[in-house]
């Protein structure tokens, strides 16, 4: 029996927002300020990783799946980059948004409904994103399994997510979704945050092998993101397959 990853109370929270996803003053207003060190980050890294000359569309060639893809806020700078590019997620609203949006950007994309042990697919990847998605699974364990299964030997996989830490509950619940009312109210659940080692013993246990843990803070003076040393609230890790 396949593992089941989806949690439906937390598709339905996305479902009921999806039309927000493109407007960069909504709901999804922090996405679109954090994004900017994303590609940055995952662009960069992918090209050390596979010895590519950097130009511009550096990932011709790769082929990668964004995973909880949401409105394709990732997918479609990745495909501007040159990959070839497939989006998943579980919620039908979020994938029809994406897939709208990339129409009228013309910009060739495979979105498809679902979660990991749904995707069938006759390729492995060379690089999957986990971005800000498994805070939000049924099973942390599971999930990661089904996606290391859709990675190729020696691929790259990058988890970003909050870790679990009096810090990230003060910021990411208390500061943005009640003071700073940066998220709706209930966008996180602190119980449901991972602490690094923790991903790193289930990704190892998949054979994922840490490469690189970094963390992201929010700079309020130049009102930007930027990689830091600090994990204590948001961080990003770097996985390749063994």
């Known amino acids: 029996m396949k593992n089941n990853t989806i949690n439906k109370k937390e598709i339905e929270k996305f479902s009921k927002i999806a039309e927000e996803w493109w407007n960069p003053e909504g709901k999804f207003k922090p996405l679109h300020k954090f994004n900017p060190i994303r590609i940055k980050y995952i662009k960069q890294n992918i090209i050390n990783n596979f010895k590519i000359p950097d130009s511009d569309k550096p990932l011709k060639n790769i082929n990668l799946l964004d995973i909880g893809c949401g409105g394709g806020l990732l997918s479609e700078p990745m495909c501007r980059l040159g990959a070839n590019v497939v ?19 013309k910009l060739k994309i495979d979105y498809k409904i679902g979660s990991p042990e749904e995707l069938k697919t006759k390729i492995k990847f060379d690089v999957i994103l986990n971005m800000e998605i498994v805070e939000h699974v049924e099973n942390v364990n599971s999930f990661i399994e089904e996606s290391s299964k859709l990675l190729k030997k020696n691929g790259l996989m990058f988890t970003a997510t909050l870790n679990k830490t009096l810090k990230s509950y003060l910021f990411a619940i208390i500061g943005a979704e009640y003071i ?15 602490k690094p ?13 840490l490469k690189k843990l970094d963390g992201m803070k929010f700079n309020i003076l130049n009102n930007e993101w930027e990689v830091s040393n600090d ?12």
């Open 180 to 194: 700073l009312k940066w998220l709706p109210i209930g966008t996180h659940d602190w119980e449901k945050f991972v």
């Open 87 to 105: 989006g998943i997620d579980a919620s039908e609203k979020n994938i029809n948004v994406a897939k709208f949006h990339a129409k009228k950007n």
């Open 197 to 209: 080692n923790d991903l790193i013993n289930i990704s190892k246990e998949n054979n994922l092998i």
């Open 231 to 242: 994990t204590s609230v948001n961080y990003i890790a770097k996985f390749v397959k063994n």
